[in-house]
């Protein structure tokens, strides 16, 4: 499972739903303004904070 924040998270919502179409979740994930320049989201109940977006789509990737 995938959880981003679709205003927060640096990720771009199209491109995750590619890899997990079925396991993701696109709410407030409690962790605006923590992170600012940072791509980040929950993968699997574990936060998880990336330098940019393809290395978070990377790890959403070796998820699975």
Known sequence: MVRVCPTCSNVDIDKLEKFVPDNLEVE???????????????????????DTEQEFLESVKSMQ
């Open 28 to 50: 407030c994930i409690g962790e605006c303004g923590q992170y600012e320049g940072k791509s980040f989201g929950y993968i699997n109940n574990e936060l998880v904070i990336k």
